[in-house]
């Protein structure tokens, strides 16, 4: 079938013919991977590269783009480059943490501003910090490259645990670069760290980076290095910017290159484009869907039952993956259950009076301290959920939830985090509860109510992932709340 181009398409088109280095804003359902290989078509005489997120989304580009473009991801080059040499160590057995620190020579507590933290603890800590560099676009590991543990995250404390665990990175760091063997275990993200301190260079005439909005780092300074030697397209929606919180960033606002956009969506239809952009306006984000009006995408409550059921946060998927297989629904949990079993053991551990090394938890001796933590303490709210979860079911209930789930295609319904379902689309999908509204301030308004704080930028591209992943219809119950929020801007129906 003929790929006949939308206005906003040419203009792309045009924009590409004449080399520029672009930026293209592509709304949910736009078509950016249809606009990429309408791109790269142009012209035979140049060869280009497309950089995919991930292996899948490189392996469907591959059947949609001509020969002239090689589709991978960034590791797959990394590998091809210099990560080979380490496939023996990326294939050994995993080992626990607190043996990795006992080789490191972590082998006693250490008392930080009034915190014990165990070996395994110490070890974790040092092996995440490894992590951190690797995303970076750092040269050296350093003070930042250490993560910030709850309890003990301020700047006298987080400094006094950067002296201690710093010489014992850069002796696992020291580790990951020997081919041969090692006590670290070796991971993906190793080689691309090691690849990108080679300074590559990315032969084309071309390079197409896709999900730019969700660039780690390391990513941003290899593509960045290519631009007086090759054309640039950047290619993501910002406001689908929703992994900040592992150090992505969105380069795309700040790149010096013609900025262009994508906004009418061929995914649903002009009622949900309104919701889209209801969340559009509160992320802060510059453009405005237009949905396709052949799609009649409706929204309103659920009268059966949906394809997808999307949270906010793992605590409200097992909420309700516990609700659905009580009513004999068969469950699947998108990306499978390994972060909500980490979960459970980890109180179940603190319920029985056991440390846990779990990343959220590691500081807490009992389940009482963080049952308290939670309730009285601001910075613990995020775990109340959780703890009233595991006071009512018990670990051991989750645990047995989780072993009864099944895979997506043998499912009923799927719950799914919107993190989760970012790159993914249902026919229909329902918003869960755990989408709460910002908490309130001290202010009251005339009646006498509490005045709602400002809706975060954060969770609103958020709420617009996840809105924008129905087809035929949306039941957008969790974020309901939005309605009576004064932030709610005005928006003009269809």
Same mark, same amino acid.
């Given at each position: 079938?003929?790929?006949?181009?939308?206005?906003?398409?040419?203009?792309?088109?045009?924009?590409?013919?004449?080399?520029?280095?672009?930026?293209?804003?592509?709304?949910?359902?736009?078509?950016?991977?249809?606009?990429?290989?309408?791109?790269?078509?142009?012209?035979?005489?140049?060869?280009?590269?497309?950089?995919?997120?991930?292996?899948?989304?490189?392996?469907?580009?591959?059947? &949609? !783009?001509?020969? $002239?473009?090689?589709?991978?991801?960034?590791?797959?080059?990394?590998?091809?480059?210099?990560?080979?040499?380490?496939?023996?160590?990326?294939?050994?057995?995993?080992?626990?943490?607190?043996?990795?620190?006992?080789?490191?020579?972590?082998?006693?507590?250490?008392?930080?501003?009034?915190?014990?933290?165990?070996?395994?603890?110490?070890?974790?800590?040092?092996?995440?910090?490894?992590?951190?560099?690797?995303?970076?676009?750092?040269?050296?590991?350093?003070?930042?490259?250490?993560?910030?543990?709850?309890?003990?995250?301020?700047?006298?404390?987080?400094?006094?645990?950067?002296?201690?665990?710093?010489?014992?990175?850069?002796?696992?760091?020291?580790?990951?670069?020997?081919?041969?063997?090692?006590?670290?275990?070796?991971?993906?993200?190793?080689?691309?760290?090691?690849?990108?301190?080679?300074?590559?260079?990315?032969?084309?005439?071309?390079?197409?980076?896709?999900?730019?909005?969700?660039?780690?780092?390391?990513?941003?300074?290899?593509?960045?290095?290519?631009?007086?030697?090759?054309?640039?397209?950047?290619?993501?929606?910002?406001?689908?910017?929703?992994?900040?919180?592992?150090?992505?960033?969105?380069?795309?606002?700040?790149?010096?290159? $013609?900025?262009?956009?994508?906004?009418?969506?061929? &995914?649903?239809?002009?009622?949900?484009?309104?919701?889209?952009? &209801?969340?559009?306006?509160?992320?802060?984000?510059?453009?405005?869907?237009?949905?396709?009006?052949?799609?009649?995408?409706?929204?309103?409550?659920?009268?059966?039952?949906?394809?997808?059921?999307?949270?906010?946060?793992?605590?409200?998927?097992?909420?309700?993956?516990?609700?659905?297989?009580?009513?004999?629904?068969?469950?699947?949990?998108?990306?499978?259950?390994?972060?909500?079993?980490?979960?459970?053991?980890?109180?179940?551990?603190?319920?029985?009076? =056991?440390?846990?090394?779990?990343?959220?938890?590691?500081? !807490?001796?009992?389940?009482?301290?963080?049952?308290?933590?939670?309730?009285?303490?601001?910075?613990?709210?995020?775990?109340?959920? !959780?703890?009233?979860?595991?006071?009512?079911?018990?670990?051991?209930?989750?645990?047995r939830a989780v072993d009864r789930l099944v895979p997506e295609d043998q499912a009923q319904v799927t719950v799914s985090t919107a993190h989760k379902a970012k790159g993914r689309e249902w026919g229909s999908v329902r918003i869960a509860p755990d989408f709460t509204p910002p908490p309130d301030t001290d202010e009251v308004d005339d009646a006498g109510r509490p005045v709602p704080g400002p809706v975060n930028k954060s969770e609103a591209r958020l709420a617009y992932?996840?809105?924008?992943?129905?087809? =035929?219809?949306?039941?957008?119950?969790?974020?309901?709340?939005?309605?009576?929020?004064?932030?709610?801007?005005?928006?003009?129906?269809?």
């Open positions: 079938m003929a790929f006949t181009p939308t206005d906003e398409q040419a203009a792309a088109r045009d924009a590409f013919t004449e080399g520029d280095h672009l930026v293209i804003q592509a709304g949910a359902g736009t078509g950016k991977t249809s606009t990429l290989a309408f791109l790269a078509e142009q012209t035979s005489a140049r060869r280009g590269r497309y950089l995919a997120f991930n292996r899948s989304i490189a392996l469907d580009a591959a059947a &949609r !783009f001509p020969a $002239t473009v090689r589709c991978k991801t960034a590791h797959s080059l990394a590998y091809a480059a210099l990560g080979y040499r380490y496939r023996d160590r990326l294939n050994s057995p995993r080992r626990p943490g607190w043996k990795v620190g006992q080789d490191l020579g972590l082998n006693a507590p250490v008392r930080i501003h009034g915190r014990d933290l165990m070996p395994a603890t110490l070890s974790n800590t040092v092996l995440r910090t490894v992590t951190g560099y690797c995303q970076s676009a750092d040269a050296e590991l350093a003070h930042h490259h250490v993560p910030r543990l709850r309890g003990i995250d301020g700047d006298e404390a987080h400094a006094e645990l950067a002296d201690l665990l710093l010489p014992y990175a850069a002796k696992a760091w020291d580790d990951v670069q020997d081919p041969k063997a090692g006590t670290v275990r070796f991971e993906h993200d190793h080689y691309l760290k090691l690849w990108a301190l080679t300074e590559p260079v990315l032969p084309g005439d071309f390079l197409l980076l896709d999900e730019a909005q969700d660039t780690n780092p390391v990513l941003e300074q290899i593509v960045l290095a290519q631009r007086e030697r090759t054309q640039i397209v950047m290619v993501g929606d910002s406001a689908q910017a929703i992994y900040g919180w592992r150090g992505a960033r969105d380069v795309m606002t700040g790149f010096d290159g $013609t900025h262009l956009t994508l906004t009418r969506s061929f &995914r649903f239809g002009p009622r949900l484009a309104i919701e889209a952009n &209801r969340w559009l306006a509160l992320s802060g984000a510059a453009i405005e869907l237009t949905g396709t009006p052949e799609i009649p995408t409706t929204i309103g409550p659920h009268t059966g039952r949906p394809d997808a059921v999307l949270c906010r946060t793992n605590i409200g998927a097992v909420t309700e993956i516990l609700d659905l297989l009580d009513a004999g629904t068969t469950t699947a949990l998108a990306g499978g259950g390994d972060a909500l079993c980490a979960l459970a053991q980890a109180a179940r551990d603190l319920i029985q009076g =056991r440390r846990t090394n779990h990343p959220e938890l590691v500081l !807490f001796t009992t389940w009482r301290e963080l049952r308290d933590y939670a309730e009285l303490d601001p910075a613990g709210a995020d775990l109340q959920p !959780f703890a009233n979860l595991v006071d009512e079911h018990g670990p051991d209930a989750i645990l992932v996840a809105v924008t992943r129905a087809r =035929r219809h949306l039941d957008p119950a969790g974020l309901d709340w939005i309605h009576h929020h004064p932030d709610n801007p005005v928006l003009s129906g269809p």
